[in-house]
C-alpha cells in the first residue's frame, strides 16, 4: 500500500501547537517503529551531505549545457564583478526581460570569493581569482540546492514512507538530470530550489497548515527565477480550495488568510525585484511579465524564432537523464488507480486526494511544456523533484505488490531472495547508466572549460598573451564559458562564421553621473528580439591575438567557406592547448547516450569518434 500521513487537515487547523503529538506517522508505521527509533530511514544531516556531495561534482564536472547560461546570467555577473562583460539583447532596457537582482545575488557570492586567500603572482592572482569566481559560484548553488533537497526529503519522509524517502534520494543524486541542473546558473535551476521549498511546505501538515509559506516560496522561485515555475503550486492550491469547500466557516476563514497572506508575500518580491531592475534599468519594468509578455503575446516570433521540437522531445530527453525513473514517474498515477482498486486501504477521500495532488505537478508540467513548440531541456528543471517523488511513489507501490507473502497470489510463490535479487538488479542497472552517462558527458564536453588555462598560467608555467590581447570566437561562440575564464586585461569577440542570428553585444564600459554599472541602463544598438544579425558584432579576424576553434577529422572535406580549419592554419595561428571534443555527428548513437571505453572489446561502430577544442595563438612574423 502506498502510506499517507494520518495527520489529517482537521488536526493540522484545529489543534493549538502545544496540543499537538511530538510526531506524526502513517498508519502502517506500526510495525516500522520496532525497527528504528525515528522517522527518517537515515539522517537527514546524512541525506544533506550526498546530496551537497553530489552538487559539488556537478560543480567542479558538469559542462555548461546551453549558451543562454553563458551569455544571459554569466556574463552579466562578469559585469556587474568586473565592469565589463558580453550583453545580451533582454538586457537591453528597451526589452528588460531579465531581472538584475537574481543576476546581483550571484555575483555577490562570487564576489565574496576575493576574501579568501590568492596565489602570489600578481597576473595569475587576478586571472585564476576570476575562474575561481566562477566555481565559487558553482559551490554556492550546490549548496542551495542540496538543502532543498534535504528539505524535501525530509518532509517525504515524514508525510509519506522513509522508503519513498530514500528512493527520492537515489533518483536525484544519481541521474544526470540532477547532474545539469543542481549547479547551474540558470533561473530554471533557481526556479527549482524554490519549488522544493514550496513542495515541502504544502506537504507538510505538522504544526498546521503552510499554505502562506508554500506560495512564497513559489513565488520566490517565479519572481527571481523563471515565472512560470509558479504555476507548479497549481495542485496545492486547489487542494485548500477543495478542502476548504467542504469545510465550516471558521476554516473558510482561515485558509483564506493564508492564501491572503501568501499572495501578499508574493506582491512583496514582486515589489523588491521591481525597485532593483528600477535602479539598474532605469525604467519602470516588471521583469516577469515582461518574460510572459515576450513568451506568450510576442509579435515578433518569441522564442520559436531560436528554434522548435517535435512533441518527442522531452520524453527522450528524460529518458536519457533519468532512464527507468522517467518511466517510473509516468506510472505514478496508473499505479495509485490501480492500487486502490485492488486494494482498497480505506484511508478515505482525504488521503486519496493528497496522493494525486503529490503527483500531479509532475503531469502538469510535462503536458504543458511538451504543447510549446520551443523545447529546451532547462525548462524540465523545475519539474525535477516532482519527477523524482513521482518515481519513487511508483517504486514504493510496486515493492509493495511484488513483496507480497500470500501463496494464493502469483508473486507469493516467488522466493523472497529472487524477488530481492530482481529488484536490486534493475535499480543497480538504472545507477550505473546515470553514472555511465554522467562519465560521459563529462569526458566528452569538459574541453571548452580547460583549454584556456595558459592564460593565467596553467600548472605553475608563465602565462601566455598580453595586455588587451583578443580572443576570438567564429563557429564555436556558442561554447565560450563565460569571461571569468579570461585574464582581466582580455576580452572575448566574435569573427564572423556560418552562423546568421543576433549575436551577444557589449555592456557599455563608459562612466556617467547617474550611477553605478551605467551599461545596464545605457541605450544599446544592433540589439533586437527578432534574432537578427548585427554586422556589428564581429571584429576583423586580423584583429584576434587568440582563436577557439575544433576540429573534426572525419569532416575536413565539409567545411563552409565561413568556417575554415584554423587549427590546420599553421602559417597563421599555433597550437596553445587542444583538448579531445566528441564528434557527435559521427558517433554512434550509444555512445553517445552512456560512456563506453575505447578499447579493441568494442566494436568500431559503437566506439567514440573525436575531434579537437584548441586555443591558438596567432603566429608572429
Known amino acids: 500500500m502506498l502510506p499517507t500521513t494520518s495527520w489529517s487537515r482537521s488536526q493540522a487547523i484545529a489543534m493549538p501547537p502545544k496540543a499537538q503529538p511530538a510526531r506524526f506517522e502513517h498508519p502502517d508505521a506500526s510495525h516500522a517503529k520496532k525497527k528504528r527509533k525515528g522517522p527518517h530511514p537515515i539522517e537527514p544531516i546524512t541525506a544533506f551531505y550526498i546530496f551537497l556531495a553530489a552538487g559539488i561534482v556537478a560543480a567542479l564536472f558538469s559542462p555548461i549545457q546551453d549558451c543562454d547560461e553563458t551569455f ?34 550571484h555575483a555577490v557570492v562570487g564576489n565574496a570569493r576575493r576574501l579568501l586567500p590568492q596565489s602570489s603572482k600578481a597576473r595569475r592572482t587576478m586571472s585564476s581569482r576570476m575562474v575561481a569566481e566562477f566555481y565559487f559560484v558553482r559551490y554556492g548553488l550546490a549548496l542551495v540546492c542540496a538543502l532543498c533537497q534535504t528539505v524535501l526529503f525530509k518532509v517525504i519522509s515524514l508525510t509519506l514512507n522513509g522508503r519513498i524517502a530514500i528512493f527520492f534520494l537515489i533518483a536525484t543524486v544519481t541521474s544526470p538530470g540532477n547532474f545539469h541542473a543542481s549547479a547551474a546558473f540558470l533561473p530554471s535551476s ?28 513559489f513565488a520566490m522561485g517565479g519572481v527571481l527565477g523563471w515565472p512560470f515555475a509558479a504555476a507548479l503550486c497549481a495542485p496545492y492550491i486547489l487542494e ?39 535602479f539598474f534599468y532605469k525604467k519602470i519594468a516588471v521583469v516577469s511579465w515582461n518574460i510572459v509578455k515576450y513568451n506568450i503575446f510576442s509579435s515578433t516570433g518569441g522564442p520559436d524564432l531560436y528554434g522548435t521540437e517535435p512533441w518527442t522531445f522531452y520524453f527522450k530527453n528524460m529518458a536519457l537523464n533519468f532512464n527507468i525513473w522517467f518511466v517510473l514517474a509516468l506510472l505514478a498515477l496508473p499505479l495509485f488507480l490501480l492500487q486502490k ?61 511484488i513483496g507480497s507473502t500470500d501463496p494464493k497470489t502469483l508473486m507469493g510463490k516467488v522466493p523472497a531472495r529472487l524477488k530481492l535479487l530482481a529488484v536490486s538488479l534493475v535499480v543497480f542497472l538504472s545507477v550505473d547508466i546515470s553514472l555511465s552517462r554522467i562519465y560521459g558527458i563529462y569526458s566528452a564536453y569538459h574541453a571548452p572549460l580547460s583549454i584556456y588555462k595558459p592564460l593565467w598560467g596553467d600548472a605553475g608555467a608563465k602565462p601566455v598573451g598580453g595586455q588587451n590581447d583578443l580572443v576570438c570566437f567564429g ?91 584554423y587549427i590546420a592554419d599553421t602559417e597563421n595561428w599555433d597550437v596553445v592547448k587542444c583538448e579531445p571534443f566528441l564528434d557527435a555527428a559521427n558517433t554512434h548513437l ?22 579537437q577544442h584548441c586555443l591558438l595563438q596567432r603566429r608572429s612574423k
Open 341 to 401: 482498486i485492488i486494494a482498497p486501504s480505506g484511508h478515505g477521500f482525504q488521503s486519496g486526494l493528497r496522493t494525486v495532488v503529490f503527483v500531479a505537478p509532475f503531469y502538469m508540467w510535462l503536458a504543458i511544456f511538451t504543447a510549446q513548440p520551443h523545447k529546451e531541456e532547462r525548462f524540465m528543471y523545475p519539474a525535477y523533484p516532482f519527477l523524482a517523488l513521482n518515481a519513487s511513489m511508483s517504486l514504493h507501490i510496486l515493492l509493495t505488490a
Open 240 to 278: 485548500e480550495v477543495v478542502f476548504t469547500f467542504f469545510s465550516d466557516k471558521t476554516a473558510f476563514i482561515e485558509s483564506l488568510i493564508r492564501l491572503v497572506r501568501g499572495v501578499i508575500s508574493g506582491l512583496i518580491i514582486i515589489f523588491f525585484d521591481f525597485l532593483i531592475n528600477l
Open 72 to 105: 544571459n546570467y554569466w556574463e552579466p555577473a562578469h559585469y556587474l564583478s568586473h565592469g565589463y562583460g558580453l550583453q545580451t539583447w533582454e538586457y537591453s532596457p528597451e526589452f528588460a526581460i531579465r531581472s538584475w537582482l537574481y543576476i546581483a545575488l
Open 190 to 217: 533557481f526556479a527549482m530550489y524554490m519549488c522544493m521549498l514550496g513542495a515541502a511546505a504544502f506537504m507538510n501538515w505538522r504544526g498546521g497548515l503552510k499554505t502562506s509559506q508554500g506560495i512564497f516560496w
Open 475 to 565: 563557429k564555436e561562440w556558442y561554447r565560450f564559458p563565460s569571461s571569468y575564464f579570461l585574464p582581466r586585461d582580455m576580452h572575448a569577440k566574435f569573427v564572423r562564421s556560418e552562423f546568421r542570428g543576433l549575436l551577444p553585444g557589449e555592456f557599455s564600459e563608459a562612466k556617467t553621473g547617474f550611477g553605478f554599472w551605467s551599461g545596464t541602463w545605457l541605450p544599446t544598438s544592433g540589439l533586437n528580439d527578432r534574432n537578427e544579425e548585427d554586422l556589428g558584432k564581429y571584429v576583423e579576424l586580423r584583429a584576434c591575438s587568440y582563436l577557439v576553434d575544433t576540429q573534426y577529422p572525419e569532416r575536413k572535406d565539409q567545411l563552409p567557406p565561413n568556417e575554415p580549419d
Open 590 to 611: 550509444l555512445a553517445r547516450t552512456i560512456w563506453l571505453p575505447d578499447v579493441n572489446g568494442i566494436p568500431e561502430k559503437f566506439r567514440r569518434k573525436w575531434g
